[in-house]
């Protein structure tokens, strides 16, 4: 049997990430990708912080875009242009991003093995085991100290482990075309568009958007309404048998910790509640998990109780910002059509554009929405609707 110090399962941004920074600490790491190659076939739109590069010293190749306008556009066609004095997100080629993270997982000297499913694990006294099922469908077992599960929406492996998976999800739905005004990043709302969420249509270089949408329900037929609408003009019809959908995992998660065994990313509802984003949140709690194994290495101790200094680790970085964001964007789901609107004109009379300006982080939302709700007329606007709709839970 094969063994290794960890096994990281799923080569997405979170376990790479994980997986380099562990190799680079010096340990023999396996990465196990049950797609046939890294970064195949990602369905996602590529958005990230600017800062993102910087702060996790990432190669900046694989950006298509950098974002710096943004057209809102209302259920009743009111547009809001939004202009930040800089850019201030990238578009990514998910696929060349992912293989980027892979390049320096190799360079740090850990492996990662494609065309490879993990289908069990177990936990022993001495180790854990996995079952992994290769493209021939042999079974074949191995072994390691700890396990990182960094296996995005797939909930399987951690139900098993008596770790949480999420309760909330919204749908996602999305496709790739090319059209003239391809480049103006646009977000739609409305509760025909995108009940329960929002609408996008993102520029992701040569002449080509990613269109799509987050929803509570029908991702696909949504999305088909939405472009059968026009974009500035232009009908989409001939990519629609091109949509794709996903779910995307929503909410705080109780245990993504236990004996020799984690899990980072969307695996562990590390993804913003507002705008169903992940990347950034996957790389810094893949950063934390690495230097958690790191020290239970040094103390030769994988138990629970030294994982769980992870668990309190990336919730002290982001527990407030997924409930906070969880509470708004359900807030907002339960808006009307006219309502949406009414928030349109308050935002075009009321003086916030300078509030954005000034609070707006790409990953961290719980400031601007304070600092909104701190503003009389949001208040208000608020107050109202909690007190015709009645008051929220997060349950
Ligand atoms: C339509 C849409 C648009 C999005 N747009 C954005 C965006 O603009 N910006 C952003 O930040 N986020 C976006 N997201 C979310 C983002 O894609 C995820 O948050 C991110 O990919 C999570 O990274 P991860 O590494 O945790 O998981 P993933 O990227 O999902 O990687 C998990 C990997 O694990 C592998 N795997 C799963 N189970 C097993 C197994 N049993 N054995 C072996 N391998 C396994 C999978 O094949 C996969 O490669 C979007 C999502 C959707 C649906």
Known sequence: MKKADVIVVG????????AARL?????????????????????????????????????RSPIVEELRRVRLVSPFATELIYEHPRPFACVVDRERFDGALAGSVAAAGA?????TRVEDIDVRPDGVEVSVKDEAGAVRREGAAVAVLATGVDFGLQKKLGLSSPRDFLKGAQVECSFPGAD?????????????????????????????????????????????????????????????TKPVAQGLLAKTSGDRVLAVGEAAGQTKTTTGG?????????????????ECFD???????????????????????????????????????????????????????????DMADFDRHSGLIF?????????????????????????
């Open 11 to 18: 080569a997405g941004p979170s376990g790479l990430r994980t």
């Open 23 to 59: 190799a680079g600490a010096g340990l023999e790491v396996r990465v196990l990708e049950k797609k046939p190659r890294v970064g195949a076939c990602v369905l996602c739109t590529g958005i990230v912080g600017r800062e993102v590069f910087d702060d996790f010293g990432l190669d």
């Open 111 to 115: 492996e990662i093995v494609c065309n």
């Open 184 to 244: 103006m990043t646009t977000l739609f709302f409305g509760r025909d568009i995108a009940p329960g969420a929002f609408a996008w249509s993102v520029p992701a270089g040569d002449g080509r958007a990613r269109i799509g949408l987050l929803t509570r329900k029908d991702p696909k037929a949504c999305l088909r309404r939405l472009l059968d609408r026009s974009f500035d003009g232009v009908r989409i019809t001939a990519e629609q048998s091109g949509i794709r």
């Open 278 to 294: 992940g990347i950034s949140y996957g790389l810094a709690c893949a950063d934390l998990a690495a230097d958690v194994i790191r």
């Open 299 to 357: 103390r030769s101790s994988f138990g629970p109780a030294g994982l769980a200094a992870y668990e309190r680790r990336w919730k002290a970085l982001l527990q407030k910002e997924i409930l906070v964001g969880q509470c708004t964007r359900r807030m907002c789901a339960r808006l009307s059509d006219g309502r949406i609107e009414s928030l349109f004109q308050l935002a075009r009379t009321d003086g916030i554009v300078p509030i954005i300006r």
């Open 371 to 395: 600092a909104l709700l701190q503003r009389l007329s949001f208040m208000k606007f608020f107050r109202d609707v909690k007190d015709r709709l009645g008051p929220m839970s997060l349950s």
